[in-house]
């Protein structure tokens, strides 16, 4: 096999299906298909496994793409180079919508395949899996073989096959001789890192068509069925599929997912599971809910189960195990998505999916611990002794809790909460307007106190004991059951300090706490409720309407009698704390760790590439800490540094980055910084990241004038008083990479304050960012309102002199000269594709260059780079924060002159961009 015979999609066939006839069989039940069906390109394209009888081993799982970059799989010359562009979530393919017939029917290339179609006699002599070669034209790491990096992946793409991956293991070669050789295809994949916790193909076993001469095979009675009807019930619990396990080693995960928890986070974790797991494990929650994926596994040993959602998602779980009766019971770890995840704060995962990589909570999960779950049960009866004041339902949404039972003021927002999603589910798509609408809807409750007197109709009694004068006393607002440590988002209403026993998930104890209408508030900011009691057992009576929520589920219930007892245990997964090994720690010598600042406007722009971070990254000094130290600790003594330093500027909401564990930088949640040693995160550079996107402190008067976050704009340049040395380069006391700009308020209105302010470094010469800014660096701002044009600046821009630029500008001349024709220097940088010089303007120069239009055909910037194909200073020009939708005077876009300039992929890559803003300025708006 050599090179060029890799070069075009075709040649794939041989190396992927190495398998003739698999392949011919495959081929036939295709055309099968297509004669019971239609065209295959007429099918609903599916983005989640067929478990029915026409199930095709092989199938592609395609879903909408907007990725720059890459190129349609089919290749030249068949592909139709036209129409949307969809992505296989299994093999990470992306083709034409209309070439999917060509790559499925004329090249025949299929998925990874994630069943055996054998029967259930022969599943266990097909236990080998082979490697599902793909040819990529882009790729990331290096080749296994030779060690050495692929392309760049920052680069546009050629239409050149550089490496071979396959889509099970994620191995990847180049792809040359030397690398790759013809004997590689009929390897063994081992299933790579999650090998322990993928179901494997050979499990997976689709049984024969009914009436075929396999069909005894099927569970059936082995006496006849008396009549039709018995045999149509018969059928209709007949499945297509069932497990069978071959006894190994596997530690299996299914994982079920909510697309709707957590403004609709789950989409893409599906695709994101699809790639580094069996498809066939991974469960959409509105296809049909979590009954038939744990039926289907039920009898597999060892099984775990990952919920992906909220709260209520992780009870749905829970309660279809019950129903269905698994024993033992699977053990149930939790990814939250939704709101509260009070559930997965008390078992270590977190408040909140963030941007954690999926690889690294997949090997959580295989090593997380078990731990038990009290589950209770609520009965609910009538109260005769007393009419309703107001209409209600006569039972709870849910009779079995698993976090928290509560009555009063609370429960009353959460219902307000329900009724505002349900009339307007579009407002709240996100986690953000979410928490902004519980804290209205508090806020408005604080001043009404409506549920002042609730202690005057109800009545609780807990293990025999009458509790009905403790609650008049206390005057409570709101009575919670609280069965995990976290309630309401991740507060802790249970005071230890007043003398109760600490509160444990398996002490078949549920805690009782009462709430005013001041404490509920104060929880957020580390406040406590009043303790009750612990009990067993509690019977709680109520002579009015009020409003209940059991999990965050909330209703209006009529008078009551609810009785509450315990009704089981589940076996649940808590996430492990990082290993550490187990030394004294007067043996350990204490650790001088630098702390290094990233802001969030770098973050977003570069949180994949650790290179780019780790440059833009700002040292504010070093603190020195234990080893055994863990995050929560360590966060005290990074806030106790950040009030003592007087010279680096505050940071008032931050989080840690782990910078050791994955190929990029990610975000520790707060909750799970208990779970973090130092040295699990950081080696001799502690990263935070500024999630506040900036310092500077405004005024009354700077909010006004301050723009909105969905706005285009960036900061007014600051520029320091440079030096130009002997060599010509220029001296600067800052080390902020040139492409990250951030919001703050114009330049007339800075404070000496922010003389502390970092500022953009030129680092075109490689030269090292300086690691710590000094308090008396000379910095001088200056007004770019107050310097003087040059046409010399014209001419430099025009022949790429960034030397003279430079100079210039530090003499006092402005970098917002325009000539006759309205074009400024960064026009014509963008037009004759100088970086470093769009490099330098970005930084040094007023913000309104970017959308700046010329007089002769009204267009920016970015109209010229595209027009001319300048790809590269497109991406900065995007980044820092260009307009993409203003047109010129033909009515053309930058992306649409891509297009005309005969540019796919920057036209591409700028309209992926644009879906990209639409999709922050929505989630940005106000809800409410």
Partial sequence: MNEKSNMTARTIILPIDPHPPVRLIRHRRYSTLRKQVGDVGERTLRSTPDWGEMAVNGDHLWVPTSVSGDFCYVGDPDCTKHGPRMKCSACNVVAHQSCITILTDRIRFTCKPTFRDVGVRQYREQTIIHHHWVHRRSEKGKCMQCGKSFQ????????????????????????????????????????????????????????????????????????????????????????????????????????????KSGGNQGAKLLQKFQWLLNPRQVFDLTQGGPKMGLEMFKKVPNLRVLACGGDGTVGWVLSVIDQIGIIPAPAVGVLPLGTGNDLARALGWGGGYTDEPISKILSNVNSSDTILLDRWSLEVKKNSDAEPNEDGKENLPLNVVNNYFSLGVDAHIALEFHEAREAHPEKFNSRLRNKMFYGQMGGKDLLKRKWKGLAEFVSLECDGRDLTPKLKELKVHAIVFLNIPSYGGGTRPWNRAMGAADPSTEDGLIEVVGLTTYQLPLLQAGGHGTCITQCRSARIVTSKTIPMQVDGEACKLTPSVINLTLLNKATMLSKRKGGKPNVPQTALDNLNITINRISMN???????????????????????????????????????????????????????????????????????????????????????????????????????????????????????????????????????????????????????????????????????????????????????????????????????????????????????????????????????????????????????????????????????????????????????????????????????????????????????????????????????
């Fill in 602 to 928: 770098d973050y977003e722009q570069h949180h994949y590439d650790k290179d780019l971070l780790a440059q833009a990254a700002i040292s504010i000094g070093a603190i020195e800490v234990s080893p055994t130290s863990d995050l929560e600790q360590v966060r005290l003594l990074v806030n106790k540094f950040l009030e003592d330093c007087k010279e680096v500027p505050k940071i008032m909401d931050w989080c840690f980055l782990d910078s050791c564990t994955a190929e990029r930088f990610f975000r520790i949640d707060r909750a799970q910084e208990h779970l973090h040693y130092i040295s699990d995160v950081a080696y001799e550079i502690l990263y935070i990241l500024d999630c506040g996107g900036g310092t500077i402190p405004q005024t009354p008067e700077d909010e006004t004038a301050a723009p909105s976050p969905s706005s285009n704009h960036h900061t007014p340049y600051v520029i320091p008083e440079m030096k130009v040395s002997d060599e010509g380069s220029l001296d600067s006391p800052s080390d902020h990479p040139p492409m990250s700009p951030k919001i703050a308020q114009s330049p007339d209105e800075l404070t000496p304050q922010t003389t502390q302010q970092n500022v953009p470094v030129d680092k075109q010469n490689g030269e090292k960012p300086l690691l710590h800014i000094s308090s008396n660096t000379n910095i001088k701002f200056r007004s770019n309102l107050e310097e003087k044009p040059n046409e010399d600046l014209l001419k430099a821009a025009k022949v790429g002199d960034l030397q003279l630029i430079k100079q210039l500008h530090n003499q006092g001349f402005s970098l917002s000269t325009k000539d006759s024709s309205g074009q400024t220097i960064l026009h014509y940088a963008a037009r004759y594709g100088h970086k470093d010089i769009v490099k330098y303007l970005l930084s040094y120069g007023p913000p309104e260059l970017l959308d700046l239009k010329d007089s002769n055909l009204g267009q920016t910037p970015l109209h010229k780079a595209a027009a001319y194909k300048c790809r590269g200073i497109c991406c900065m020009l995007v980044a820092a924060g260009a307009s993409l939708d203003i047109t010129d005077h033909r009515g053309l876009t930058p992306r649409l002159l891509a297009l005309q300039s005969d540019d796919q992929d920057l036209a591409a890559y700028l309209e992926s961009q644009e879906h990209f803003l639409q999709m922050v300025s929505n989630d940005l708006e106000t809800c409410v």
């Fill in 152 to 259: 760049s992946k920052l680069s546009f793409s050629s239409k050149e096959i550089v490496a071979l991956s396959c889509s099970w293991c994620k191995v990847a070669y180049h792809n040359k001789e030397t690398c790759f050789n013809i004997q590689r295809i009929e390897e063994e994949c081992k299933l790579g890192v999650h090998s322990s916790i993928i179901v494997p193909p050979s499990w997976i076993v689709k049984l024969p068509k009914k009436g075929s001469f396999k069909s005894s095979l099927r569970k059936s009675n082995k006496k006849r069925a008396s009549s039709k009807k018995k045999s149509k019930e018969k059928d209709k619990d007949h499945r297509a599929f069932i497990i069978k396990p071959i006894p190994t080693t596997v530690t299996p995960v299914i994982v079920f997912i909510n697309p």
